[in-house]
């Protein structure tokens, strides 16, 4: 499973866009990148996934480039609720389901 | 759907005792997965399991741990004895293992707080 490396801490206000890049120096061809949230006191929640390009949903945008190497989780004006830990994942389902967690960005939101 | 069901949800008990934690998965998901959770060492896969059948066990830090799921709707988790060095906070998770590509979503539940003294 490929490494990731992830900024250990964020900060940021009210109603800005929060980015969180992620580098997968070493992500197979077969690897998609994921992203999961963990509140304080939670199990992790899954937030997106992609393989390549741009993904969108509800909750953020996901940012890959031609290269792979790199991700960024884009979080649109983000609210006190957005304080959590995010974590970034390289895998596919060659490895079962297999995740493997690093140590996250930690976000704190400010009002 | 309750999501995934864990208890208890704390557990404090003294260094030697038996401990077992209990997990049922999101229904018709195929996959389970136990993770323990600390400040040192993070969030690590410990075992899971798929159609009720153990896959990868390497994260189990001893032969203190054991892992079962007698049916598709119940797993558990056992330490016996245990350790101080045991305490953190164990997730369960399942999944739907699809198989199409990427990485299945794994849908955690709340945590056990385990504490030994």
């Known amino acids: 499973l490929a490494k990731t490396t992830q900024p250990i801490s964020m900060d940021s206000y009210e109603g800005q866009e929060v980015n969180i890049t992620c580098s997968h120096n070493?992500?197979?061809?077969?690897?998609?990148i994921t992203w999961y949230q963990q509140f304080p006191s939670q199990g992790p929640r899954f937030i997106i996934q992609?393989?390549?390009t741009k993904v969108t949903n509800e909750v953020a945008s996901l940012f890959i480039p031609a290269d792979r190497k790199s991700s960024t989780l884009s979080l649109p004006r983000v609210s006190l609720s957005d304080t959590a830990v995010y974590y970034c994942?390289?895998?596919?389902?060659?490895?079962?389901?297999?995740?493997?967690f690093g140590q996250g960005t930690e976000l704190s939101v400010k009002p | 759907d309750a999501g995934v069901i864990q208890s208890p949800r704390h557990e404090v008990t003294e260094m030697g005792q038996e401990v077992t934690l209990r997990c049922k998965p999101i229904?018709?998901?195929?996959?389970l997965f136990w993770y323990r959770q600390t400040m040192m060492r993070g969030l690590e896969l410990l075992i899971y399991?798929?159609?009720?059948?153990?896959?990868?066990d390497s994260g189990m830090p001893e032969d203190r741990f054991s892992a079962k799921m007698p049916n598709a709707s119940f797993s558990t988790l056992k330490i016996q004895p245990s350790e101080p060095r045991d305490s953190a906070v164990y997730f369960c998770?399942?999944?739907?293992?699809?198989?199409?590509?990427?990485?299945?979503?794994?849908?955690f539940g709340p945590g056990t707080r385990l504490t030994v003294l």
């Open positions: 992609g393989y390549k």
């Open positions: 998770a399942s999944s739907l293992a699809l198989g199409a590509g990427g990485t299945d979503t794994q849908y």
């Open positions: 399991f798929n159609n009720n059948v153990p896959i990868d």
């Open positions: 070493n992500i197979a061809t077969n690897d998609y």
């Open positions: 994942l390289v895998g596919g389902d060659n490895q079962g389901g297999k995740l493997i």
């Open positions: 229904s018709g998901h195929n996959s």
